[in-house]
Structures are given as C-alpha cells and as structure tokens.
C-alpha cells in the first residue's frame, strides 16, 4: 500500500522540486565544466576559417517560445562573427517573432562592437512565405529584400551590392524552431551547395543528426547544451569574448549559467524515473506473491 | 472551365520547375526565377487567408456563446491591436507600442507556456516512463545516457564517458532511425505532389469540385 502511495505520488510535489531544483542554481550558480562536442566544433571552425571579406547568413527562425534556448546561441555566434570582423547578413523566415528576436538579439550584440550597418552587417528583416524566399534568394537578395527592417533600401548598401545571392554567402545559420532548419539543410545546401549550420532547441537536435552525418550540414548547435559549447569555445579562444561573457548582465543571460538550471532538472528528472521504476517492480514483485 | 482551369494552370506551374531543373537553357531558367518571385508574392496571400478564417471561426463562436467564447474576444480583440500598430508602424511593423506589446505581452506569455513544459514533463516521465518489457528499457536506458550526457554531471560521474556515449547515440542509431523517418516522409510528400500536378488529388478544389 505504502508502494502505491509512492508510485501515484501527488504531482504537486513533482513540480515543487522541479521549482527549487531551477531556482537553486539561479540564485546561487555552480559552474559546472562544459565540454565542446563535434557538431559544435564543426560551426566554430568554420566561422575560424573565415575573414573580412567573407559573408554569413543567419536566419532567425525562432520566436518568444524558444528564446530561453536560442537567444544565447544567436548571441555567441553574432559575437564570433563580429570579433573577426566578418559581414554578417541577418533575415527572418519564421512568422511569429523572428524578426523581432532578430531584432533584439542584433541590436543588442552589435553595440558590442564598432561596426557600420549596411557595411559590415544588415537586418533585412521578415519575409513571408517560407521556403519561397529561401529559394528566391539564391537568384538575387536584393529582389527578395528590396528594404531592411527599417524600410531602408538595400539597394544603397555596400553590403547587398557585394553580396548578391549565396553563391557569394560562404555558410547560412539557421536558428531554429519547428521545420525551417531543415529547409535550409535540404532545399538550400542541396541546390546552391551553400554550407548550412543549424542551432535548434534540444527537442528538436536528434532529427538533425541525419543532416549532419550526410554532410548536409556543417553544424549542429542543440538546445542550451550546444550554446554552452559555442560559448566555451568562443570564451577560451577571445580575451573579448571572456570580458563581454564576464560582464553580470551577460554572465546571467548566458548559456553556461542556464546549464546549472538544465543540469539540476535533469538529474531531478532522472532520480524521479529510478525511483519510479524501482517502486513499480516492488509493486509487482509483491502483486505475483 | 471552374476546374479544368486550375488543373491546366497547376499542372504547368507544376511541371515547369522539373523541366527547368533538366534543362539548364537561359531562357527557361529566367522563366524558372520569374516564378519564383511570384511564388514569394502567392505565398503571402496565406497569411490574409488564414486571418479571414480565424477571424470567422471566433466571431461564429461568440455569435453561438460556445465554450470558451470570452477567449474568443480576446483572440479578436489582440489580433486587431497588434495587426492595427503592425500596418500604421511602416513596411516591417515597429511601431513602438507594436514592440511594446510584443516585448511585455507575447514574449512572456509564450516563455511561460513553453517553461512549464519542464514541471509536465518530469511528472510524466515519472508516471509513464516504466521499463515494462524488452523496447521500453532499451528506450528507457537510451533516454537516460542521452539526458546525462547533455549535462556536465554525466562526465563528472563516469570520468568522461557520458558524452561520446550520447554522441554516439545520436549519431549512429538515432540518425539512422530519423533517416528512414525522413525519406520516408519525403516519398510520401513527392508522391503526394505527383498527384497533385497530375490531377488525381483534387481536394484542393474544394467542396463539389473534386
């Protein structure tokens, strides 16, 4: 009876460990060790292979619901992208809150840096229709963007003049939610050979593995894990980037504090599906008895 | 002519990129990026279409006083005050109080909906996660290595070995499996577009004109 109480346990208490287990590491962070994987590693010396005369598409394909998860990823990669002064062309293909997260996200990192829009970065903002725009872009960027985000035309900006279409993009970033990474990886690298880098929340990494071992993609940044990752690599190899990441509005927004969060819900998780486990086979033991 | 038009007319728009992709002539090619514009241009048309329809279903829900029909208002009332700042803030729709909105209403709205994914998601994994037969604990045991190999405990606890055993999870079996979910989706969407180019699938027409 007491093993049936155990294994119907009410879910309140469930969710009131799973509370103290999140809010423990945010009052007090731990700073455990992350250790950067190959899918990662992959996106990292790519971008380490490339310069200033160099282009890098990112495409914001997320919106409020995956922020906690990608807002860190399009952070650090902006942030590598800006250190070695690479031309960084921002758009948005995902409907509800891309561009705003675009938005956000650019706004906030570009400060960082001394950089000239329309130069050496540009948000050209939401286009609608999905892969429509995706594909249209490999004919002509400036056809499918004729103003950016403010409504300023492009076709005055150094950057659109130079950079026509992804023959002269040297690798797309897709951050993203739902299906539009995927796009990016089967319609886009498979018919303009372009390299396609994906960061996606966790939930959806595992049906990207495909992509990346048929050398669809070059990258695979999943969930917090792999923002962590990009972060840690970025922070060994940038004095820069360890100054900005040291910051305590940066150092609360990063990806390696959410780790302590993700790493203490795991191990809730996990305790809880032992020890469920174990109650159940007790139960069951006694049952057949 | 109501339904051999759009036959004729998908069947062209259909076919045209196929051809264009075998034969890489310049005319035909510059005929292929015209309809990709227009394709950008026909895409958007969705959006006002799904709008009218929303719209539609929700004042018919509060014509009716249905279940839930104050939600209804307030679904209405939200999309007209944000679509109302959208169109007046300029081509991309910023006007302050759009983002305003967007910033303090949406965003933390859909955080917390996604965020409490975190609460059901351990009490289901307690509830229904049991090794009950052979599948279920090898599902089980895959879930359990790859959860501790996305957190730095896994290596701290097995000196290391967590994460390239997750790694391999992912990469081997994992991607094996999502590569036959993959093509199989993808045949079945290929199949489902011949039909459709060759008008067996004409649901598309709508009522009565199948």
């Known amino acids: ?289 | 002519m109501k339904r051999t038009l759009p036959l004729f007319l998908t069947f062209v728009v259909g076919m045209f990129p196929i051809f264009a992709f075998f034969v890489p002539h310049r005319a035909v090619s510059n005929l292929n990026q015209q309809l990709d514009t227009w394709l950008v241009i026909v895409a958007a048309f969705a959006l006002p279409l799904g709008v009218v329809n929303l719209v539609g279903s929700n004042i018919d829900k509060i014509k009716r006083k249905q279940r839930g029909w104050p939600y209804s208002v307030v679904l209405i009332a939200g999309l007209c005050i944000m679509a109302f700042y959208g169109i007046v803030g300029g081509e991309q729709g910023f006007h302050p109080y759009f983002q305003y909105m967007f910033v303090n209403m949406v965003s933390p709205l859909q955080a917390t909906m996604f965020s409490l994914l975190a609460f059901y998601v351990a009490s289901a994994a307690y509830r229904a996660f049991r090794a009950r037969n052979i599948e279920a604990t090898v599902l089980l045991a895959a879930a359990i290595i790859v959860m501790m190999g996305r957190i730095p405990f896994g290596d701290m606890l097995t000196g290391g070995k967590m994460t390239p055993i997750s790694e391999w999870i992912m990469t081997k079996p994992n991607a094996a499996a999502q590569r036959g979910i993959i093509i199989g989706a993808a045949l079945g969407a290929a199949s489902m577009q011949i039909r459709v180019i060759l008008g067996i699938e004409r649901t598309y027409l709508g009522k009565g004109q199948e």
């Open chain 1, 1 to 289: 009876m007491k093993v049936e109480k155990l294994l119907y346990i009410d879910r309140r208490i469930i969710y009131l460990l799973v509370a103290i287990g999140a809010l423990i590491p945010i009052i007090r962070p731990i700073g455990l060790p992350v250790v950067p994987t190959s899918p990662v590693k992959g996106l990292f010396d790519k971008i380490e292979g490339l310069g200033p005369d160099d282009a890098v598409m990112i495409s914001f394909d997320y919106g409020p619901s995956s922020e906690p998860e990608l807002n860190p990823m399009a952070a650090a990669i902006l942030r590598h992208l800006f250190i070695r002064r690479i031309r960084v062309i921002v758009v948005a293909i995902f409907p509800l809150g891309g561009v705003s997260m675009a938005i956000q996200e650019v706004g906030r990192v570009s400060k960082e840096f001394d950089l000239e829009y329309g130069v050496d970065f540009v948000n050209l903002g939401y286009k609608d229709g999905g892969q429509a725009p995706m594909k249209a872009m490999g004919v002509s960027i400036q056809d499918v963007f004729p103003a950016d985000v403010d409504g300023r035309p492009t076709r005055d900006m150094p950057l659109i003049q130079e950079v026509k279409n992804y023959e002269d993009i040297d690798v797309v970033i897709s951050l993203a939610t739902g299906v539009i990474g995927e796009w990016w990886a089967n319609l886009i690298n498979a018919q303009f050979g372009v390299d396609v880098a994906v960061g996606c929340t966790a939930v959806s990494a595992p049906k990207y593995y495909a992509y990346l071992r048929s050398g669809q993609m070059i990258g695979l940044l999943g969930g917090l894990k792999g923002a962590s990752e990009y972060e840690k690599l970025l922070i060994d190899r940038y004095p820069k980037a360890r100054e900005l990441y040291a910051r305590p509005d940066e150092a609360k927004r990063s990806a390696m504090t959410g780790m302590d969060v993700q790493s203490i819900v795991h191990i809730i998780i996990i305790a809880f599906i032992i020890f469920g486990n174990t109650m159940y086979f007790i139960l069951r033991r006694s049952q057949r008895r």
